[in-house]
């Protein structure tokens, strides 16, 4: 089983979901994530269409950023607490485009990032 945000689950993240293509994605989410075992840890979200995936790192810039403790972030990958709860409650931290709240809360509602069988075998 992989600690949630260690390498070994990043790799096992990319291993079931694939890298995002190689096109210009619509939106870009930089999640910074402090108190987390490794140190602050960074990933991003890749909003292609109306897929959203959770990646270790892109070569394109991010428009948005999303910070929150270790805590929080295990909460929303666990499934216990919604991403736009944490955000509306100020567990988690928006900065960025504010124009791209309205693609980011359209590419994430009712999405889930993890697949099934990760979050199953994911340490919190």
């Known amino acids: 089983m992989a600690r949630f945000l260690s390498p070994e689950w990043f790799a096992a993240l990319a291993e079931l979901c694939g890298e995002p293509g190689a096109s210009q994605p619509d939106l870009v989410v930089e999640v910074a994530v402090s108190g987390a075992p490794e140190g602050e840890v960074r990933y991003y979200l890749v909003v ?9 790192s892109t070569t394109w810039p991010a428009q948005v ?9 295990c909460a929303i990958a666990s499934g216990r607490l919604p991403a ?22 359209q590419a994430v509602a009712g999405a889930d990032l993890l697949p099934p069988a990760l979050r199953a075998s994911t340490t919190y």
């Open 84 to 105: 736009l709860e944490a955000l509306a409650s100020g567990l988690a931290k928006f900065s960025g485009s504010t124009s791209a709240i309205s693609s980011l809360a």
């Open 65 to 73: 950023r999303i910070s929150a403790g270790y805590n929080t972030l």
């Open 48 to 56: 292609e269409g109306e897929r959203a995936r959770a990646v270790r």
